[in-house]
């Protein structure tokens, strides 16, 4: 399920945030995706230059984080932050954002 999910999530980057599956689960917890969207709140942890989804999967876990953002910094190049809490939203081109409800 990572690894596939893996695929997905870098083909949907490389076509700006537009093929990224509508729903992620992070050990039980369902994210749902927010499209060009940033969610804005208490960043606890950044990475630079993903390689692979699952290092942001396993820092969400790690931080026990509400919401994921995913950028798009250039053709090859994308960064991922885990935030604790989200306080609201703010459209972004090349942005998306998993937060969890629960």
Same mark, same amino acid.
Not at 32 to 41: A, I, V
């Given at each position: !399920?990572?690894?596939?999910?893996?695929?997905?999530?870098?083909?949907?980057?490389?076509?700006?945030?537009?093929?990224?599956?509508? !729903?992620?689960?992070?050990?039980?917890?369902?994210?749902?995706?927010?499209?060009?969207?940033?969610?804005?709140?208490?960043?606890?942890?950044?990475?630079?230059?993903?390689?692979?989804?699952?290092?942001?999967?396993?820092?969400?876990?790690?931080?026990?984080?509400?919401?994921?953002?995913?950028?798009?910094?250039?053709?090859?190049?994308?960064?991922?932050?885990?935030?604790?809490?989200?306080?609201?939203?703010?459209?972004?081109?090349?942005?998306?954002?998993?937060?969890?409800?629960?």
């Amino acid at each position: !399920m990572f690894s596939a999910w893996s695929i997905l999530f870098i083909f949907g980057l490389v076509n700006c945030c537009v093929s990224l599956p509508q !729903m992620q689960y992070v050990n039980d917890k369902p994210f749902h995706l927010m499209q060009y969207t940033e969610c804005r709140g208490g960043k606890v942890y950044e990475i630079d230059n993903i390689q692979d989804i699952d290092e942001c999967k396993l820092a969400c876990v790690q931080h026990d984080c509400q919401a994921v953002n995913l950028y798009k910094i250039n053709e090859v190049t994308f960064k991922c932050e885990i935030l604790a809490y989200v306080r609201g939203y703010f459209p972004t081109q090349g942005a998306a954002c998993y937060v969890s409800y629960s």
